[in-house]
């Protein structure tokens, strides 16, 4: 396999712009996961796509976070109106699920917002 | 809602001891429990995983880790540790019924040669 392809790899913005990142799964995983992850901190759950369907999403993230899983194959996580605090390593993985329950991540995005 | 715990921000070791990571969790049904490591400016890679069956299961580069019920612990072990094993470990737990994979805050293993 390929692997779990991010871009981009860092993205630096001014407070209050929008950013969107796109993460491009292992072709044949059919669930996708987004987090975050600060320094020395474990990756923070963030949302979830069983193929195109977007199961469940943090209660700690806010209205300004989204994300897509258009035709079940990539996905795009778009942050509106940035805030210092969303400055992170946000990070992708897939999996095939059961029985194999395997998460390959991606190299992630680093965001900082200035 | 599932919940996992990794009670030492460090544990450091001398090479060829043995080590123990410790992790310990919560969820409400069966859980599915797993252990990744992330190298200095590497990706997260899985390590090994507890689905069913053996409490004892083994993993790459020679990890090991024990599932334990009537404890919630899922330790990882190894019998002697590489200074190349000095890397952040992360637990990690599915609740079976819900995907949603929540993740330990880490533990820095450092192997001092």
């Known amino acids: 396999d390929t692997g779990v392809s991010q871009n981009p790899r860092h993205k630096i913005t001014k407070r209050g712009q929008n950013v969107t990142f796109r993460c491009d799964p292992i072709s044949e995983h059919n669930r996708l996961y987004w987090y975050r992850q600060t320094l020395g901190q474990g990756p923070e759950f963030l949302t979830y796509f069983q193929n195109e369907a977007q199961l469940e999403k943090s209660r700690l993230l806010s209205d300004r976070f989204s994300a897509e899983r258009p035709k079940g194959s990539f996905s795009t996580l778009e942050i509106q109106r940035t805030e210092q605090g969303d400055s992170a390593m946000y990070l992708c993985?897939?999996?095939?699920?059961?029985?194999?329950?395997?998460?390959?991540f991606g190299s992630g995005t680093q965001l900082s917002v200035l | 809602a599932q919940s996992v715990a990794q009670p030492e921000d460090q544990v450091n070791v001398a090479e060829g001891n043995p080590l123990t990571v410790k992790c310990t969790y919560s969820v409400s049904g069966n859980p599915y429990l797993f252990w990744y490591v992330q190298y200095p400016n590497r990706g997260l890679q899985f390590l090994l995983k507890y689905i069913t069956g053996d409490n004892l299961v083994k993993g790459s580069y020679g990890f090991e880790a024990e599932f334990n019920k009537s404890q919630t612990s899922f330790h990882l072990k190894k019998p002697s540790a590489l200074v190349s094993d000095s890397a952040l470990y992360f637990c990690?737990?599915?609740?079976?019924?819900?995907?949603?994979?929540?993740f330990g805050k880490g533990t820095r293993l450092h192997i001092l040669p």
């Open positions: 990690a737990v599915r609740d079976i019924g819900d995907d949603k994979i929540i």
């Open positions: 993985a897939s999996t095939l699920g059961v029985p194999n329950e395997k998460l390959f």
